[in-house]
């Protein structure tokens, strides 16, 4: 069927303004959250890079997780997370809240102050002076996230950093359990068996059945 080409270009408009709509709905969505920052590539391996025994996400990690490795290690600098941190104690869970942008301009700002709250005698190479924290980095940080964003967690572009101490008040941010990466449960392997577990021995019980194996191997042979 033959379409005039002004009817064409009213389509063409309609796809276009659609396009708009779809683009104004997927706003930005404002967060501010205050939680300890951990980075992408200790999460990754599933332990801390500067101590192998210790889980990153188990109710100690992010608390002991040093600023050594955070700021001097190039493959931890190069990507932080924000947590969500519940309970207390050894009951105490951790969770991947948000994913900062490290090409926002408030991941510089992270790194700076990380950097002023650390010290080089604590550790921390490329630290100040002045710092007295070794380990368990926190910040109030705010950005925003596009609303369409499905894939978890969300990709936060960080507008500006704060120490913990600063509260969001009435603009803290909810994050549910559906928002959040939780530590992956441990997968166990069951070891393969050795001499001993398949010995004669352990396998003609009782002494019937180790005689009928006898003459079975007996058959077999002559």
């Known amino acids: 069927m033959f379409l005039p080409d002004r009817f064409v270009q009213l389509l063409l408009a309609a796809s276009c303004l659609e396009s708009r709509i779809h683009s104004a709905v997927a706003a930005s969505v404002n967060v501010c959250y205050t939680g300890y920052l ?3 590539f200790c999460l990754e391996r599933g332990t801390l890079l500067e101590d192998s025994s210790v889980r990153t996400l188990s109710p100690e990690g992010p608390e002991v997780h040093t600023l050594h ?3 001097d290690m190039q493959q931890c600098v190069a990507g932080w997370e924000l947590l969500r ?3 207390s104690g050894t009951s105490r869970t951790h969770c991947r809240a948000y994913k900062m942008d490290p ?3 408030g991941f510089a700002q992270a790194v700076t102050l990380g950097k002023a709250t650390g ?3 604590l550790g921390c190479t490329t630290c100040g ?3 007295t924290q070794q380990a368990g980095l926190m910040m109030t940080v705010r950005g925003t996230y596009d609303s369409d964003a499905t894939a978890m967690p969300r990709v936060l572009t960080v507008t500006s950093v704060a120490a913990s101490t600063e509260n969001c008040g009435v603009e803290l941010t909810e994050v549910s359990d559906a928002e959040c990466v939780f530590e992956a449960a441990p997968t166990t392997t069951p070891s393969p068996l ?8 352990r396998c003609c019980q ?4 180790c005689l009928i194996l006898s003459l079975l191997t007996w058959a077999m042979v002559t």
């Open 129 to 131: 002076t002045t710092g």
């Open 38 to 40: 951990v980075d992408t």
């Open 194 to 201: 050795d001499a001993a577990e398949v010995s004669p021995a």
């Open 85 to 87: 941190t519940q309970g």
């Open 206 to 209: 009782p002494v019937q059945l």
């Open 69 to 71: 490795c955070l700021i």
């Open 103 to 105: 090409a926002s301009t």
């Open 119 to 121: 010290a080089q005698s």
